[in-house]
């Protein structure tokens, strides 16, 4: 089969490769992107937190993403069944399923001309003096880019090709699993966020006018117990720490609850000559932070707009990415140490207050300072 060339190769249609996808076609790159599945994901993250709503709007998706999703402005914590605190969004935040999110962006892609393989895995990736000289996909086709960016999740194929080594730490003191159920009176009213000293927690939202979600986080040795043994007895442990949400207890029996792995993800490197990663194949934090989509929409801006600085000069990219791109380690670690500091303190009310921050939560890296006086070379417009 014949090999296609393009400006641009994005391995991932996720959020953070179709947004990509999306900035890059819109200033005239020639952008394919791969796609292992037979569509955009299906599952992933509902909230879109402030930061990544303002990303959205800069170019013009904020109300297309809105018009068929959930506003809410505020979520209340409890503790052992007692309200602790309330944090409030001044502009609200979003709810909308991941998969709803990435096929709006997706279709924006399509009007834009970017074009889509499907069905298409990175099979093989050649090297050539430290750039990525060729993509060999399972379907037979080969590409030439160059630039390629690894959208392609937490296992990335791209990133070891690069020989980037991941640091993952997975969250094995708290497993969680989730259920959509039937959206009832006291979820359509207010999101509830519920921690217990045992190591519990449960998190209860509407995921549109009709559905929603409930998340649980709890202690392994307890996994083992509740999902052997039955649904009923989950209702039981939740009956001691979840207070104000009882008219969902009934559909917790007949629900599926799907298990779901968590881990950080820090990487040393986020690039190698003529290649990046982005995304969850870049940094993975805790969902409780929220803001996994927000900084990934921000990254592809910044990768965007060094690649068309980069005007396909090679050796300028190189410099580009190292300046521009790279920092965001920065508010990947922060953000992750974050997430760590919420795992670690929930079960103890006090501890949990103290290392709660309202600004990171909803301003997420706005509210950080800038790393180090920025003595980068300016992007030129193009
Ligand atoms: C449980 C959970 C809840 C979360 N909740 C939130 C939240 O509420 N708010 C928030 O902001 N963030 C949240 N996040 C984080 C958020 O999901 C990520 O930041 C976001 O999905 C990153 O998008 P992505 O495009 O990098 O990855 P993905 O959506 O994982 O996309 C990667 C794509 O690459 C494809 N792929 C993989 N390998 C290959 C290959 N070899 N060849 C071709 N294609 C390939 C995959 O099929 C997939 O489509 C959550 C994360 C988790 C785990």
């Known amino acids: 089969m014949a090999t296609t060339s393009c400006d641009v190769a994005i391995v991932g249609a996720g959020l953070g490769g179709c947004f990509l996808a999306l900035m890059l076609s819109r200033r005239g790159q020639r952008v394919v992107v791969i796609e292992q599945g037979p569509s955009v994901p299906s599952a992933g993250a509902d909230f879109l937190k402030p930061p990544g709503l303002q990303v959205l709007a800069r170019h013009g998706l904020a109300d297309l993403a809105g018009r068929h999703g959930l506003r809410r402005d505020v979520v209340r914590y409890y503790h052992d069944g007692e309200p602790i605190q309330e944090c409030h969004y001044p502009d609200g935040f979003l709810i909308r399923p991941y998969r709803e999110l990435v096929e709006l962006i997706y279709t924006c892609c399509a009007m834009e001309g970017v074009d889509f393989w499907f069905d298409?895995?990175?099979?093989?990736?050649?090297?050539?003096?430290?750039?990525?000289?060729?993509l060999a996909l399972s379907n037979g086709r080969r590409l030439r880019a160059g630039v390629v960016?690894?959208?392609?999740g937490t296992r990335s194929a791209v990133r070891q090709a690069l020989d980037i080594e991941p640091r993952t730490m997975p969250y094995d003191r708290l497993l969680m699993r989730v259920a959509t159920v039937p959206l009832t009176a006291s979820i359509a009213r207010l999101n509830r966020l519920y921690f217990s000293s045992e190591g519990w927690f449960a998190y209860l939202y509407p995921l549109s006018r009709d559905q929603a979600r409930v998340f649980v986080g709890l202690p392994p040795e307890d996994e083992e117990v509740i999902f052997q043994d039955g649904i009923p007895a989950l209702t039981d442990e939740l009956k001691k720490f979840v207070t104000e949400s009882s008219d969902a207890f009934d559909w917790l029996r007949s629900a599926t609850w799907q298990r779901i792995k968590v881990s950080t993800l820090r990487l040393g490197a986020y690039h190698k000559g003529n290649a990046a990663l982005l995304g969850s194949a870049a940094f993975?934090?805790?969902?409780?932070?929220?803001?996994?989509?927000?900084?990934?929409?921000?990254?592809?801006?910044?990768?965007a707009d060094v690649i068309c600085a980069a005007g396909g000069d090679g050796e300028l990219l190189d410099r580009l990415l190292s300046a521009h791109y790279e920092p965001r380690k920065h508010a990947h670690g922060q953000l992750i140490d974050y997430g760590d500091a919420l795992v670690a303190t929930f079960?103890?009310?006090?501890?949990?207050?103290?290392?709660?921050?309202?600004?990171?939560?909803?301003?997420?890296e706005a509210a950080l300072p800038t790393p180090g006086p920025a003595e980068l070379p300016a992007l030129q417009p193009i």
């Open 347 to 364: 079960p103890d009310r006090d501890a949990y207050l103290a290392a709660f921050r309202r600004d990171l939560h909803v301003f997420g």
């Open 284 to 303: 993975a934090c805790h969902p409780m932070t929220g803001m996994g989509m927000s900084y990934t929409l921000r990254d592809a801006e910044i990768l």
């Open 149 to 152: 960016i690894g959208a392609d």
């Open 120 to 134: 298409a895995g990175v099979d093989d990736i050649t090297m050539d003096e430290g750039r990525v000289e060729e």
